[in-house]
């Protein structure tokens, strides 16, 4: 069924409030399912934009199909729609779109760019350099053309042939802030710093006021290692928009860096005023108030990041590491296992498949097991012990790997029975127990930690294992 707006009476865009994104999309809604499209056409065509500027695409194309039910010919709306299907990705219903588009208005340059941005998108370069080539022909002065094919390769991350038709817009006009500020973002991207900082350094000359160039300049100014410029830069871009949480975000880990704790956590601060739930903000705090001695407040900001991020691991270690200090050692050892569930780094997770891998049974492990139970466990030598250990673990049966370790003797075990019961715990995904039995060993024989990093280097690397166990690398 059409939509139709015979039904229309008193309900008018100028009366409909333009409040929130998601209420305005809800009113949407419902005007198209009243069939009241065409005489609030201006309304919708704003929401249309205000879900483009937030990434909505998939909300922006369904109210663009309406329109398109009352205006078929909108070559605009075609264009849109084929935008926001770019976008999503939808490349067969945006090529479905554009070609209506360009059907429409076969003359219109911007038409082709996007069928261009298209094709390189889905890897056909070759039919996309010749668009750009037939409308260079058509227009070879156009200098908003350039810019924008310029964009296009840079959206694409081809910096190169970005930069190529960057430098034919200064071509045209030689202080084009546009063109100055694209080149000094594709030598950023390719890290090319000296060259992008000569052209941030050029374009800011121009656009002294732009936020943003200052902030990207501090970035290219710290990976050169001239720290008090990119302080100078990154003042700059604050003072400019005193809102610009990055800009406080970035001049905070710069004084962090620099040991200036106090001008660091007020920068922190801002950012937290500016955006109530930046994790890594809170985290920042507390890690800086931790590195204080000010335990207490380093809990306070350690678990503001969680509530912002529940499964933060370094959170957890950092919050942990606190409550170790304060001799809270209940929260502290239940915030380390927290860390370690949370860990999302498989080799962290000390190598070992958990209990729900299916085990294969080897036959020649159950002959083994057979044979020693039958001559009695506490008979066995040493190596016909270990023999029978492993071999428990090789078919599974942890528990009767366990209470053969723990009732193996009266005395207090010793630190290979340890290291092999914190294997085995970490074999069955019980992280906790595996920590505290690892630990134990450690403590009573040092070399024990040389044997583990052997077997899990890279874990042995990592800030987890090191912070659980208190090693600095």
């Not at 010749?130 to 350039?146: G, Q, R, T």
């Not at 990119?230 to 700059?236: I, M, P």
């Not at 678990?303 to 991020?309: A, G, N, R």
Request: hydrophobic share 40%; with cysteine.
């Amino acid at each position: 069924m059409e939509y139709s707006d015979s039904n229309f009476f008193d309900m008018n865009s100028s009366s409909i409030e333009r409040s929130g994104l998601l209420s305005n999309i809800s009113v949407s809604k419902k005007l198209i399912m009243e069939g009241q499209v065409l005489f609030n056409r201006p309304f919708l065509e704003e929401v249309i934009e205000q879900c483009v500027n937030t990434r909505r695409y998939k909300s922006a194309a369904g109210i663009i199909s309406a329109l398109l039910k009352v205006s078929p010919y909108d070559t605009s709306l075609w264009h849109k729609k084929a935008i926001c299907f770019l976008e999503l990705k939808r490349f067969d219903r945006a090529e479905r779109c554009l070609r209506k588009a360009v059907q429409l208005d076969p003359a219109n340059s911007e038409y082709q760019l996007s069928f261009a941005t298209l094709y390189l998108a889905t890897g056909k370069k070759h039919q996309a350099k010749e668009i750009f080539e037939k409308i260079m022909v058509l227009y070879p002065a156009d200098f908003d053309l350039y810019g924008k094919i310029g964009e296009i390769y840079l959206s694409q991350e081809d910096y190169r042939s970005a930069l190529d038709f960057f430098e034919k817009m200064l071509e045209l006009v030689p202080d084009s802030p546009d063109a100055l500020f694209n080149k000094a973002l594709c030598f950023e991207y390719m890290d090319e710093y000296p060259s992008a900082l000569n052209y941030y350094n050029n374009y800011l000359e121009i656009e002294s006021q732009c936020a943003v160039g200052w902030y990207n300049r501090g970035i290219v100014l710290e990976q050169l290692k001239k720290h008090i410029d990119a302080l100078d830069s990154y003042r700059r871009s604050a003072s400019v928009d005193e809102t610009f949480s990055d800009a406080w975000f970035n001049l905070g880990n710069l004084y962090a860096d620099m040991d200036d704790y106090n001008q660091a956590i007020d920068c922190f601060k801002k950012v937290i005023n500016l955006q109530t739930d930046n994790s890594s903000a809170f985290f920042n705090l507390g890690v800086l108030y931790e590195d204080l001695n000010d335990f207490k407040q380093a809990i306070y900001f350690y678990s503001k990041s969680l509530q912002c991020d529940i499964s933060s691991q370094e959170a957890y270690l950092g919050r942990g590491n606190c409550f170790y200090k304060i001799n809270d050692l209940g929260n502290a050892l239940q915030d380390f296992q927290s860390a370690l569930a949370f860990n999302d780094n498989p080799d962290a997770a000390w190598s070992i498949p958990p209990s729900t891998t299916e085990i294969s049974v080897d036959e020649i492990c159950l002959q083994k097991i057979r044979s020693y139970e039958n001559r009695g466990a506490w008979n066995l030598d040493t190596i016909e012990f270990s023999d029978l250990i492993q071999n428990y673990i090789a078919v599974g049966k942890y528990n009767a790997a366990i209470s053969l370790i723990s009732g193996r003797t009266n005395q207090t075990l010793a630190a290979n029975d340890l290291f092999l019961l914190a294997k085995i715990h970490f074999m069955r995904n019980n992280n906790f127990l595996g920590h505290l039995y690892l630990h134990k060993s450690f403590y009573i024989n040092k070399e024990l930690i040389e044997i583990f990093s052997k077997m899990f280097p890279k874990v042995t690397s990592s800030r987890l294992f090191n912070e659980l166990f208190g090693f600095k690398k």
